[in-house]
């Protein structure tokens, strides 16, 4: 009976969620109600919709990964200092990232600093946490192999950029080109690039990345639990599932990062889904042991 009434209360409280976000995103999408980057501002302090999202993202990934490791026999006081190091890479490799793309608005170290106002790249974030996670293990040689590391790190990472989308939702940025769809979404005119200025609704190419990075979370979980052989294979699959999505919605967004005439997101994406198919044919033919990836 416990359960069931369990079941009921999770049942109900999801349903009036979204029930609610449906009604709010109609009333924002038809530009009825419009929205304000900030929670609240008191004299000086401010605190915004983006930065709170993304620690609101980070923080349920991290436990739900701390969990996942404690069932997997790692040291938890090992995975919380990678998970620190990892951060603060991850932090400086999203704006890095993003600021060499984007050097010509920077006006000083202070402007490029200005990570609460939005403005990083999850690739950046994923490379530099990559590269952490990798001299860390090499270093200290912890309870667990980088590639099981990996694993635990991408098999949560879309429900962290699942709800850090929403940030962007909250800037009016990361949408896509005009649109009369019936799901449109209403865009103030000074955040409309100016070749748009004339237009009013657009694709809210936030929301299909995160519905799709939920999805992709969904598998992974189900694929970590159930059909992993070897370390490693969760991160291949997230890098070829994530990246799929990616390359599809990048080609409706109008403020992509460019390397010339092409969308870096694209390029990168597209090196990372051969990378990442390679990489699990590779070791889910291998007949290693899974420790050793």
Same mark, same amino acid.
């Given at each position: 009976?416990?359960?069931?009434?369990?079941?009921?209360?999770i049942?109900?409280?999801?349903?009036?969620?979204?029930?609610f976000?449906?009604?709010?995103?109609?009333?924002?999408?038809?530009?009825?109600?419009?929205?304000?980057?900030? $929670?609240?501002?008191? *004299?000086?302090?401010?605190?915004?919709?983006?930065?709170?999202l993304? !620690? #609101? /993202? =980070? @923080?349920?990934?991290y436990?739900?990964?701390?969990?996942r490791?404690?069932?997997?026999?790692?040291?938890?006081?090992?995975?919380?200092?990678?998970?620190?190091y990892?951060?603060?890479?991850?932090?400086?490799?999203?704006?890095?990232?993003?600021?060499?793309?984007?050097?010509?608005?920077?006006?000083?170290?202070?402007?490029?600093?200005? $990570?609460?106002?939005? *403005?990083?790249?999850i690739?950046?974030?994923?490379?530099?946490?990559? !590269? #952490? /996670? =990798? @001299?860390?293990?090499?270093?200290?040689?912890?309870?667990?192999?980088?590639?099981?590391?990996?694993?635990?790190?991408?098999?949560?990472?879309?429900?962290?950029?699942?709800?850090?989308?929403?940030?962007?939702?909250?800037?009016?940025?990361?949408?896509?080109?005009?649109?009369?769809?019936?799901?449109?979404?209403?865009?103030?005119?000074?955040?409309?690039?100016?070749?748009?200025?004339?237009y009013?609704?657009?694709?809210?190419?936030? !929301?299909?990345?995160?519905?799709?990075?939920?999805?992709?979370?969904?598998?992974?979980?189900?694929?970590?639990?159930?059909?992993?052989?070897?370390?490693?294979?969760?991160?291949?699959?997230?890098?070829?599932?994530?990246?799929?999505?990616?390359?599809?919605?990048?080609?409706?967004?109008?403020?992509?990062?460019m390397?010339?005439?092409?969308?870096?997101?694209?390029?990168?994406?597209?090196?990372?889904?051969?990378?990442?198919?390679?990489?699990?044919?590779? !070791?889910?033919s291998?007949?290693?042991?899974?420790?050793?990836f």
């Amino acid at each position: 009976m416990k359960k069931i009434l369990a079941f009921l209360s999770i049942a109900a409280g999801s349903t009036l969620f979204f029930v609610f976000l449906f009604i709010f995103l109609s009333k924002v999408f038809s530009g009825e109600i419009l929205l304000s980057r900030y $929670i609240f501002r008191i *004299g000086g302090f401010e605190l915004r919709w983006y930065s709170t999202l993304i !620690l #609101t /993202g =980070f @923080l349920i990934s991290y436990f739900v990964a701390r969990k996942r490791a404690k069932n997997e026999g790692i040291n938890l006081e090992e995975f919380d200092e990678l998970i620190f190091y990892g951060v603060i890479a991850g932090i400086v490799g999203a704006r890095l990232y993003y600021v060499l793309f984007n050097l010509k608005y920077y006006r000083s170290l202070w402007d490029a600093l200005k $990570i609460w106002e939005g *403005g990083l790249a999850i690739h950046g974030a994923v490379i530099g946490a990559l !590269l #952490t /996670g =990798f @001299l860390y293990v090499r270093l200290k040689k912890p309870s667990f192999t980088f590639l099981q590391a990996t694993d635990l790190f991408t098999s949560v990472l879309p429900l962290g950029q699942a709800i850090g989308r929403w940030g962007n939702f909250f800037n009016y940025e990361a949408f896509g080109v005009p649109t009369n769809l019936p799901w449109k979404m209403f865009v103030p005119e000074p955040y409309r690039p100016v070749v748009y200025k004339d237009y009013s609704f657009f694709h809210p190419t936030f !929301l299909y990345e995160s519905i799709w990075d939920l999805l992709v979370f969904f598998m992974l979980s189900v694929y970590f639990k159930r059909y992993r052989k070897r370390h490693g294979e969760v991160t291949c699959l997230y890098f070829v599932l994530y990246s799929l999505g990616r390359i599809i919605i990048e080609r409706l967004r109008v403020d992509s990062l460019m390397i010339g005439n092409i969308k870096a997101a694209q390029l990168l994406s597209a090196v990372l889904i051969l990378l990442g198919f390679t990489g699990f044919l590779i !070791l889910r033919s291998s007949q290693e042991p899974k420790r050793a990836f």
